[in-house]
């Protein structure tokens, strides 16, 4: 979640979408901020807890629009299927995993909460924490300090599963040693390219050959699905550069936040945890406050002592500078009635008793109108836009639904103009709007390719759409005629590439029987070493690489040859291994592998267990979940993606 947001300040995705596991303890945050509104429909129900599909949806729309950039044409159903189960998988997984946190009794002390929000890059000016930052980012996701703080201890407490599986995870000696013998392996190969390019004067493609080509692809030469696409728009920025703004109106709006604009009194504590509720624990602590305030004790250093709470005893039970708000009722109202180097105690709440020491107070300070003026004017623009765009995006809704037949009526009513891309593609839409997956769906659904208007759709947060479809150009095939040169370029192409192949089987056989290089390269003509900056070969010339020591990437060493030549099998007997692999372009390389030397365990071998470790770790937390998910009841909407 803290990562969702960072990432969305800083105008990037980082997340990616095809891989379950790596995703399992990110759902939230590819979700966007948790929704703290009225309870929607459930999309999802494990072991009676309600996932609701708003969420779901979201999430798949999310993972639709980055696969989607990697395809040309429509996505195929079983992609979809897919991507709608993975979806469901990372919700069931991290739903599992939290209601077994709660389960097992996993807690989070204020100090974690604090430390790690005060960290979170997003809500830090000039490398440190900044309130308004914190509460001003808040505050854009629709979502408040003491919201927030209780979803980040929550995610916290379930990290701790993850954590502790991790921490167990361990590599054997042998696995170690076997994992540095394979990466720090070396082979000694030789390679030849065989550009595809050097055979193109030679080969024609005849008219048969076209006209063959032609009718076995003709998939590859059909017009775009096109429509021309009407639409009009709701664009908050829009509407709140139209809100008209006075001093008395901001003046009036500041009276009503202007709370937010108080930096809170903070306070700088240590505190010293005793865990438990019963007697023992009480007198414990009793015990320790007699320490701490006995003349000349050191409490930094009996924090570190006594102290349960694992996160704040090594640094002498600091906590840092925090506001009332960042701490539990019981200890907030103790640490805010103290005094400078005041010690208090025990204070109870639900981690155990306290000894709380008070370092320092920061008064709190009010900002004035004046302060806050120009950066107030930008949030009463949007807040007042955001309260006519909720009444405008409905009022769209309601007029493209009652006069389904144009969208003319619903611009003049909301005083906006219908816009239209000419060109609007089923694969690729069309600019301004792109090419959303549930634009794309809506631009050709069989109702609005039937001439009604879509209902309003949200293409981001700020920007809804209603649309309108016409002069429908159904897909055609272009004739032979008018593509014929394309389709003659793709045979010829195949022509080179088989050529290629079949002097790459050439040159194996010759190898395998054991010719040298020199010779067996004779009938390919010349050859050039592989490309240097200062020297590239010509693009219908064999490259070739006698043999040379390489691991397992190599600069300037096509990455196909050296994956499939390190997976190739030993040489034996005196004779090298020969394997081919196909480049790019119809390219095709030749390689022998003359002897192969193990890598050995060095100085990095506390970080190739490490590695390993983690990828066992990866392995246990996919069981853990699968364990839970086996005993587990749940239940899927069957309409959750539709």
């Given at each position: 979640?803290?990562?969702y ?24 945050g ?17 072991n009676g807890?309600?996932?609701?599909t708003e ?11 980055q696969?989607?950039r ?24 991290v ?49 408040t300090?003491?919201?927030f ?41 030789a ?62 709006y ?17 505190h ?9 624990a ?6 320790v ?5 006995a ?76 302060e ?6 930008a ?12 009444d ?23 005083g ?28 050709f659904?069989?109702d ?15 920007l ?30 195949d ?34 070493p ?37 997976q ?10 020969v ?12 390689y ?8 050995t365990l ?10 390993i470790a ?24 069957p309409?959750?993606?539709?």
């Amino acid at each position: 979640m803290l990562q969702y947001i960072h990432d969305k300040l800083s105008g990037k995705l980082a997340y990616i979408l095809l891989g379950a596991l790596a995703l399992v303890f990110s759902v939230w945050g590819v979700q966007g901020i948790v929704s703290f509104s009225a309870k929607r429909e459930a999309g999802m129900r494990v072991n009676g807890e309600d996932i609701d599909t708003e969420r779901v949806r979201r999430a798949y729309q999310e993972q639709i629009a980055q696969i989607s950039r990697a395809f040309k044409g429509d996505l195929p159903a079983p992609l979809k299927t897919r991507a709608q189960q993975q979806v469901t998988d990372q919700f069931v997984a991290v739903t599992l995993l939290d209601q077994q946190a709660q389960k097992l009794g996993y807690t989070v002390s204020d100090a974690d909460v604090i430390r790690a929000v005060q960290a979170e890059q997003a809500f830090q000016v000039d490398g440190k924490f900044d309130r308004d930052a914190y509460e001003g980012l808040l505050r854009s996701r629709g979502y408040t300090p003491a919201m927030f703080e209780a979803e980040e201890r929550k995610d916290l407490r379930d990290r701790q599963i993850e954590a502790g599986i991790r921490l167990s995870a361990f590599a054997t000696e042998a696995e170690v040693k076997r994992l540095a013998a394979l990466e720090g392996e070396t082979r000694s190969i030789a390679y030849a390219a065989i550009p595809a390019a050097k055979f193109l004067p030679a080969v024609h493609a005849d008219a048969a050959a076209i006209q063959a080509y032609y009718d076995g692809h003709k998939s590859d030469y059909m017009t775009a699905d096109t429509v021309t696409l009407s639409y009009v728009a709701l664009r908050l920025d829009t509407l709140a550069a139209q809100v008209p703004v006075t001093d008395a109106d901001l003046k009036a709006y500041f009276d009503s936040v202007k709370d937010r604009y108080v930096q809170p009194e903070k306070r700088h504590a240590r505190h010293i945890l005793i865990q438990g509720e019963d007697d023992a624990a009480r007198a414990k602590a009793d015990s320790v406050y007699k320490e701490a305030t006995a003349p000349g004790a050191d409490f930094a250093e009996l924090a570190k002592k006594y102290s349960a709470d694992a996160g704040s005893a090594q640094q002498g039970g600091d906590l840092g500078w925090a506001e009332k708000g960042f701490f539990v009722p019981s200890f907030a109202d103790a640490l805010f009635a103290m005094q400078p180097g005041e010690i208090k105690g025990p204070v109870k709440s639900q981690f155990g008793w306290h000894i709380i020491k008070l370092e320092g107070i920061d008064a709190g300070k009010a900002k004035s109108f004046d302060e806050v003026k120009p950066q107030l004017e930008a949030e009463y623009r949007r807040t007042e836009a955001e309260k006519r765009f909720g009444d405008a995006q409905e009022k769209l809704d309601q007029l493209v639904f009652e006069n389904s037949g144009s969208l003319e009526p619903a611009a003049q009513a909301l005083g906006v103009k219908v816009e239209q891309i000419a060109d609007f593609t089923r694969t690729a839409g069309g600019a301004p709007l792109g090419a959303d997956p549930k634009l794309l769906e809506a631009a050709f659904s069989s109702d609005v390719l039937a001439g009604q208007n879509s209902r309003a759709l949200e293409l981001k947060p700020g920007l809804v759409v209603a649309i309108h479809a016409s002069n429908r150009r159904e897909p055609k095939l272009r004739p032979l005629s008018e593509v014929r040169a394309q389709v003659e370029q793709a045979v010829t192409e195949d022509l080179a590439a088989q050529a290629a192949a079949d002097a790459a089987k050439t040159l194996s056989a010759a190898l395998a029987a054991g010719t040298l290089w020199s010779d067996a390269l004779k009938p390919l003509g010349p050859t050039h070493p592989p490309d240097t900056e200062k020297e590239k070969a010509p693009p219908n010339t064999v490259v070739y690489q006698p043999a040379m020591s390489m691991v397992r990437a190599n600069a300037g060493v096509p990455r196909a040859v050296t994956t499939s030549a390190f997976q190739a099998a030993h040489p034996q007997g005196g004779k090298p291994s020969v394997g081919s692999v196909a480049l790019l372009k119809g390219d095709v390389a030749v390689y022998t592998v003359d002897a192969v030397q193990p890598g050995t365990l060095g100085k990095d071998a506390t970080s190739q267990a490490q590695r390993i470790a983690q990828s066992s770790a990866i392995g246990e937390i996919t069981a853990y979940v699968e364990t839970l998910r086996a005993a587990a009841s749940i239940h899927t909407n069957p309409q959750l993606f539709e």
